[in-house]
């Protein structure tokens, strides 16, 4: 349980902390409104992503015997990971336009983060082949997975919305880019799990 667990904290994480419109979202709110206002927008993915999850969840159950489709998930899954490791090695300052976004509401976090291809591609190679794994060894895994997945990505732009409006060159400090390299690392260590796993299904290794 507690591998997965740890896979789930390290992408929450990376993807809480990613520059994006949700996280300008969440900004752009708070720094308009208050701490509440960008909270709500940091809760979208977990109202809007219920679905998805839930659809990629029953097609990768359904191809659960058909070992050569998910081999190529994973390695779609890895390829995707990687490109995401290699985002967060090259983050740099971030800068926030909020002239063009203060006019956004919290329903509009939630289309964008529902319009967002990221939540499908995510979840459709990477999380749910991994609840399924999780759900051979037993339903605890299974469920430590996206809970902590969910945790760290709503808890860290959370705590973000609250550091930005005390310092708002948090996104361009040492600690913020070290934490997000950092991150990019051990998911590009991540990526070449799922190639392997990728290459087992598929019998080449």
Request: aromatic share 10%.
């Amino acid at each position: 349980m507690l591998h997965f667990l740890t896979i789930g904290t390290v992408l929450g994480l990376s993807a809480g902390l990613a520059p994006g419109p949700l996280l300008t979202l969440v900004i752009s709110e708070t720094l308009r409104h208050d701490i509440k206002a960008g909270m709500k927008v940091a809760l979208a993915p977990v109202i809007t992503d219920l679905p998805i999850v839930v659809l990629a969840l029953f097609l990768v159950s359904k191809l659960s015997h058909f070992h050569g489709i998910l081999g190529i998930i994973s390695l779609a899954g890895g390829m995707l990971v990687f490109f995401l490791g290699y985002q967060r090695i090259r983050t740099k300052s971030v800068e926030m336009d909020l002239k063009e976004i203060a006019s956004r509401s919290f329903t509009k976090g939630v289309l964008a983060n529902a319009l967002s291809p990221h939540p499908y591609l995510f979840w459709f190679s990477v999380g749910a082949p991994t609840m399924t794994r999780a759900m051979d060894h037993n339903i605890s895994a299974a469920v430590g997975f996206p809970v902590s997945f969910y945790v760290f990505l709503v808890g860290s732009k959370i705590v973000l919305a609250i550091l930005v409006g005390r310092s708002r060159s948090l996104f361009s400090s040492g600690a913020y880019l070290f934490t997000m390299r950092f991150l990019g690392f051990v998911l590009c260590g991540f990526a070449v799990v799922l190639f392997h796993d990728g290459l087992s299904l598929l019998r080449i290794i």
